[in-house]
Structures are given as C-alpha cells and as structure tokens.
C-alpha cells in the first residue's frame, strides 16, 4: 500500500515538472516568433527582408496582414503559453474574407498587366523579380495563393464572374466573423418583395378588369357598379369574371392553415398546435451557440501533499490496535488499510461470537492508545462485513479541485458535480437532479462556503446559460457577490431577507407555470417538455421555441432568513421541495446554525440529502444526519455526505478552490456572454414596498378612513366603538391615518383635526343623521 502511494506522489510531481516545462517552452518559442514577425513587419535589416519576402512569396501585396495574424498568436504564447482561444465563426469568417482579398487583389493586377492566360507563371515571374531584384513596383496581387484562387475561378466562371465572386467572399467573412443578422434582413427583404408583387398583381388584374368592363351609356350604372364587390353572395357565383381576383387571395389562406392543422392533428405530436397559444412569460432561455466553457488551466494546480510520516505510522497503528483491542478482550484483526487526505481507514473483522457494540464501546480507549484526537467508527462498513476505524492524519493533504475535476467522470448531467475525495481516493459526485434537494451545515470555518463555490464552478465549467439558471440567496452580502454579472443568474444575487423571501415566491410561481405547461402538453417532467420541444423543432416550418432550462436556487445562509422572515421562508422553501424535481427547480440550503428552529420538520423531511461538516456537539449532528459523528469530524472540509439513495454517511475531504480561481472563471464567462436578468425573477424595490404597504394596512383602514372623513373627527375610542375592536388595533388604525396624512397629531384631549374633507352628500347625511 504503502509503495502504490509514494509511486502516485510521484507521478504526480513529474506531471507538475513537465506541465512547467512545456510552458516554458511555449513562452520561448512565442517570444522568438514575435521578435521575427516585428523584424519583417518593420522591414529591419537583412533578416527583414527575408521575413518579408518570404509572406510576399504567398500572399502578395498583403503580406502585413499575414504577419501581423502570426505575431497574433505568437503574442497569445509569450504571455499565455497558449493558443488564444477563439470562436469558429472568427476564424471562419477571418480565412473567407481574406481568400476574397486574395482573389480580388489578383483581379486588380491582371487588369494592370491585361494578360489573359498563364496567370500563375506571370505571377511566378513577378514574385522572382521582387524577392530577388528588390523590384518594388512590379504587381505581384495576391501571391502565389492568390494566382491559384485566381487561375481555377477564371477558369470556371471568367473574369468578371471572379471579380463578383471575391467580393461576395469578403463579404460572407465580414457577416460571419461579426455574426450579423442577414438572415432576418434577407427574410424581410423576401416579405417586401412578395407584398410589393402581390400588390402589383392586384394592381394588374384590377387594371384588367376595368379594360374589359361593359359599356355603358348613363353614369347611373357605373356608380353602383362597386356595389356587388362586398356583397358575400355574389362570391359563390362562378360565372362572375370581376369578382374573382377579390375572393380567391383569401381562400388560399384558410385552405392552407386547415391543411396544416389536418397534417398536425394526424402526426404524433398531437400538442403542438397549442405552442402558438402559450405565453412564454416564465423561465426560458435559448442557446448560444458561440459560447465556450471555461477551460481548466483558469484553474491553479495545488502541490501535492507529503504523506510520508502517516505511510510510517501505519504498520505501528495496526499493531497498536490489535494489541488494545486484545487487552479488552476482543478479538479483532486489520484486513485493510486505506490512507485518505485527512484520515487513514483501518477496517477491522471481529472474530466470530464478537459484538459489533464492544468495539464500538472503545471509541475512546483506542484513541488514546493511538494518541489521536479523536477517531470515528463506522460499524459495520456498508456492504462489507467489516468495521472501520477512521484515525486523523499529522498532515492533512489538500484536495485541489482542478486535479479533482480532471479526475472526475466526464457526463452530460450538468448538475452532476464532483465534492471531494473519499478514503479510498476516489472522487465523490453529487448529482443534484437525483438529490434533488441539498442541506449543507456546520460550524463557523468547517468549510460550508467553499462547498459552495466547488458547486458552483463544477456547474460554471460543465452548463451553459440555457441549460442552468442560478438563483443565489447571500445574506452575508459577501460570500457569492463574487457571481454577479454571469449569464447564468436569473437575477443579481439576493442579499435582503424580505427581497430573498419574495424571490423564493418567484420561484414558487415560476414552478406552477411549469406545472400548468407540463399538463397542457401531457407531460410528467421537464425533460418529457424539453423533449417534445425539441422535437417541434425539427419539424419543417415551425418555429424555433426554447427550451426551458434546470434552476438552481442556493441560499447561503438559512438561519438569517428563518430569524426575519421565516414564515415566508419556510413556506417557500417546503412548496419548492415537495413540487419542484419534476418542474427541474432544485435547492441548496446551507446554515452555520443547525437548530430545530433553523432546520424545522417540514424543512428536513422535504430535503432528503445531507452534509454535514464539523459541528461542536452529537446534537447538531443528529439534528442534520439523523446520527452522531459530524462531532468528530476534523474541519477544513472534512465531511458526511449522505445522499438521498444512501442509508449511512460516506467520510469525504471536501476539494479546495481559491477566490482567485473562482474570479478566473467569472470573469471568462463574463467576457463570453453578458448577464441578462429575468425580469420577472427580480424583486425590485418599489415591488417590495408596494408589498409591504399591502401587507401593514389593516383591512379595516378604507372603511376607518371612510368614517373619519364622514365624522369629521378621529379617535382610538370612536373606532373602537364603531368597528367593535379591541384597543390596539384602533390605534394601529389611527397611527396609519396620521402617518398618511389624513388626520392630525394628537392635542390633549381635544379631538384630532381631520385634513381630508367630506363630500357634500356626505356632510349633508352626516348632519342630517
């Protein structure tokens, strides 16, 4: 065991060497290169000139804009050690506008010397004169790339075919490099047309028609003869000659759109006629098909950890454990030893006629004859018939979350994110859709917040923004400010508890329009409605609707919410678990504070998968895990993972990630594709006042109001005896009224002045009564 160890630590350190050495090379080689580019570019010298010559011999008159593209990416390895990362429509575009430069540059110059055949050789020729003669005014076109471009579109569709056909070609690279919409323009173009000629054909016949008209002798005829245009009856007649053009354009129309709902109601997708119907008003997002993930090497490597003292303390701790065990009578022997990041796993098999509960028992004699802090028993191991000992590490070795990723499975599941190495090595996933729901808590520092950034990222680097929407609750104000600005967010992150309350409401409403869509389709789930969507979508003339994406919804901190606004809270958070997998809405609570007020019943019978980092007692521990153990946890991410299909805790060494590299990725994405909040997810402060007010006025204050303007004086005791309440609600009542500005401040007692004056049917009532 222990040689299998030493020998990854030490793959990995030549790893780590090599990856150094590599980028050290690219940076020397892109040095290297952008020194020559600047020399040609400049013309410096001899070597300049080769430099030069050598881009002329290719690219004719346009030789700069070669070099300047190589000094491009030679500039990208200097300071990156990379390639720049480029989109396909850039290069796509950038290759097809500069072949139509080519090929019209060599357009300009077979005109200049008017020859009509043999267009490479003189090319050759020129090209010679310039490198070698150093003559500068011959006419050398596109080079030599150009020359063939020319020779074989000369030969296909002549001269001015070519000439037609570069432009086209620098023209198509210009749209597709800056992605302009011609489609819509051409689509608009086409409307136009067929307008303007639907028009000029009505203009034609109508023309027709008049030319061909009966003569008449009295103008009496001629002004009632529009009279029968209108008329639904004379459109059934088929003998009418003028009368047709007016009736056949709409006809056409009603026997298409029946034909299509005919072909529509007789394929399988029985439910598409109903998309027109739909307002799309929730949740939606298309795709971006020019965005990129955030590759890894934003990421820092972190250095391997040296383990070599707890590889020596492990044969010593076996022998100890037996011998201990042996002292108390128990019979137990070490099958297997696996060293973790922060614990070593001994696995004990009992000898038969042994209790489970004598080992158990010992949990604090064994951690003294090993001299640990404390040890976690884990009895029996799930699906073997062994006991585990989990003994702390000297040195706890760090997780890097980039090392982690690469090592995690690679899917499709954009919410499939890898949390940590077990003991055994391996990389523990959690796959939200099947949680679906995640309570993450722990005392202050025992890792809680970075859990929540390697969550986030691991989704940042696998969705894009039309497969993931995040909705992030930050009481804290500081902990995910970090993630304001991305594409992913429905809204800026909530940090107010009343706006975090009215958001969670959102959500709420955003889940039954989901619903209501999923029953008007006849699905079950999102994925049966993004399906079915999809499917749409490949049918000839149907328009493109998006699909709806998976929401995240991540609260940071619980217990700020549950101690302002828990009502609200609570009821938000219990409607999302119970109804939201389905709708693809899924939760991430996380808390500092793991009370029962905190994590109700409802709240915890709702969430069904659980973390539990370090806690201070075995009564925080149950109250998030069911049982004891969190207590005994080591801090620094060390946690128990306990996912909804999983009837014990597993141990796992949480991965560590950097602010540093969490603002790497940000800003990547930032720069990839700009936020755009939903508006109906944003919880405005004027929506939060209007709320509010709803909320404090007193159901009673428009008729108190009513009243007091009628009386033409205010007090607690009139209302009280008017409305039959008791005392403090009538004073509520009247400080609302004074708030408001309808009546006056209290003197003495005297009665209050009331501002607002009565109508005069009402003052006239009032007197008369």
């Known amino acids: 065991m222990a040689r299998k160890r030493r020998s990854s630590s030490r793959r990995t350190s030549r790893k780590t060497s090599s990856k150094k050495e590599a980028r050290l090379v690219n940076n020397l080689v892109g040095i290297i290169v952008t020194l020559l580019m600047v020399i040609g570019l400049a013309g410096l010298g001899m070597l300049g000139t080769v430099i030069a010559n050598f881009f002329r011999l290719f690219f004719g008159v346009s030789y700069p804009v070669a070099i300047i593209t190589v000094l491009f990416f030679s500039l990208s390895?200097?300071?990156?050690?990379?390639?720049?990362?480029?989109?396909?429509?850039?290069?796509?575009?950038?290759?097809?506008?500069?072949?139509g430069l080519l090929m019209w540059l060599h357009v300009l110059m077979v005109g200049r010397l008017n020859i009509h055949a043999k267009f490479v050789a003189a090319t050759w020729n020129n090209v010679g004169r310039v490198i070698f003669n150093g003559d500068t005014t011959v006419p050398i076109g596109g080079?030599?790339?150009?020359?063939?471009?020319?020779?074989?579109?000369?030969?296909?569709?002549?001269?001015?075919g070519t000439a037609i056909l570069s432009w086209l070609l620098m023209g198509i690279g210009i749209i597709i490099f800056f992605s302009l919409p011609w489609r819509d323009f051409l689509v608009a173009s086409g409307h136009g047309l067929r307008k303007l000629g639907g028009?000029?054909?009505q203009v034609g016949q109508a023309a027709h028609n008049y030319a061909n008209r009966p003569a008449v002798s009295t103008p009496l005829p001629v002004e009632k003869k529009p009279a029968p245009a209108p008329a639904p009856a004379a459109s059934q007649e088929p003998t009418s000659p003028t009368l047709a053009p007016q009736t056949t354009p709409p006809a056409p129309k009603i026997t298409v759109a029946s034909t299509n709902q005919e072909k529509q109601s007789a394929t399988p997708s029985v439910k598409e006629s109903a998309a027109a119907d739909l307002p799309l008003t929730g949740v939606t997002a298309r795709e971006d098909k020019d965005y990129q993930l955030p590759p890894l090497d934003l990421l820092s490597p972190v250095k391997a950890t040296d383990q070599q003292a707890d590889i020596k303390d492990i044969k010593k701790n076996t022998h100890t454990l037996q011998t201990t065990l042996q002292s108390f009578g128990v019979d137990a022997t070490v099958e297997n030893v696996n060293l973790g990041p922060s614990v070593t796993k001994y696995e004990l098999r009992p000898a038969v006629g042994v209790k489970v509960s004598r080992i158990t028992h010992l949990a604090d004699d064994l951690a003294l004859a090993l001299a640990a802090k404390d040890i976690r028993i884990e009895a029996p191991i799930p699906g073997k018939s062994l006991i585990g000992i989990e003994v702390p590490n000297k040195q706890v070795a760090t997780v890097g979350f980039r090392d982690m990723f690469e090592s995690a499975p690679s899917d499709n599941h954009p919410l499939n994110v890898p949390l940590g190495r077990t003991v055994t090595g391996d990389v523990e996933m959690a796959d939200l859709t099947k949680m679906p729901h995640l309570l993450i808590a722990g005392a202050t520092g025992s890792g809680k917040s970075v859990a929540i950034n390697v969550i986030l990222t691991s989704i940042l680097l696998k969705a894009k923004p039309h497969q993931v929407k995040l909705l992030l609750i930050d009481p804290k104000k500081v902990e995910l400010s970090v993630y304001n600005g991305i594409p992913h967010l429905l809204s800026p992150v909530v940090s107010e508890?009343?706006?975090?309350?009215?958001?969670l409401g959102k959500v709420v409403g955003e889940m039954e329009r989901r619903y209501e869509l999923f029953a008007k389709f006849g699905v079950r789930n999102l994925a049966g409605y993004n399906k079915l969507v999809q499917d749409n979508n490949r049918q000839p003339d149907h328009d493109n609707q998006p699909t709806l994406p998976l929401i995240l919804v991540v609260v940071d901190e619980l217990a700020d919410l549950m101690m302002t606004v828990s009502n609200d809270v609570e009821d938000a958070i219990v409607r999302i678990a119970q109804m939201g997998r389905a709708a693809g809405i899924h939760m991430i609570l996380a808390t500092q504070r793991p009370s029962v007020d905190?994590?109700?019943?409802?709240?915890?019978?709702?969430?069904?998968?659980?973390?539990?980092?370090?806690?201070?007692?075995?009564?925080?521990?149950?109250?998030?895990?069911?049982?004891?153990?969190?207590?005994?946890?080591?801090?620094?991410?060390?946690?128990?993972?306990?996912?909804?299909?999983?009837?014990?805790?597993?141990?796992?060494?949480?991965?560590?990630?950097?602010?540093?590299?969490?603002?790497?990725?940000?800003?990547?994405?930032?720069?990839?594709?700009?936020?755009?909040y939903d508006e109906n997810m944003v919880v405005t402060d004027q929506e939060l006042a209007t709320e509010e007010q709803a909320e404090e006025e007193d159901e009673l204050f428009p008729a108190a109001l009513k009243f007091v303007v009628a009386e033409q004086r205010a007090s607690t005791s009139l209302i009280q005896r008017r409305f039959r309440i008791g005392y403090n609600r009538a004073a509520r009542i009247i400080d609302d009224l004074e708030q408001r500005g309808y009546i006056g401040p209290a003197n003495g007692s005297k009665p209050r002045e009331v501002y607002k004056e009565a109508p005069d049917d009402q003052s006239s009532a009032g007197q008369t009564k």
């Open 77 to 99: 390895f200097t300071f990156f050690a990379r390639a720049p990362r480029l989109k396909v429509r850039w290069v796509v575009g950038y290759l097809v506008a500069d072949l």
């Open 598 to 676: 905190v994590i109700t019943g409802l709240i915890k019978a709702n969430v069904p998968s659980r973390i539990a980092f370090a806690v201070s007692s075995g009564i925080d521990s149950r109250t998030i895990l069911d049982t004891n153990g969190a207590e005994k946890l080591l801090g620094r991410g060390d946690m128990l993972f306990e996912p909804i299909d999983q009837n014990k805790p597993t141990r796992v060494q949480g991965a560590f990630i950097s602010d540093q590299d969490v603002e790497a990725v940000v800003d990547f994405i930032k720069k990839e594709q700009p936020a755009e």
């Open 199 to 201: 028009g000029i054909k």
């Open 143 to 160: 080079g030599m790339i150009g020359a063939y471009l020319y020779n074989f579109s000369d030969l296909l569709i002549s001269q001015v």
């Open 497 to 503: 508890p009343k706006k975090a309350a009215r958001a």
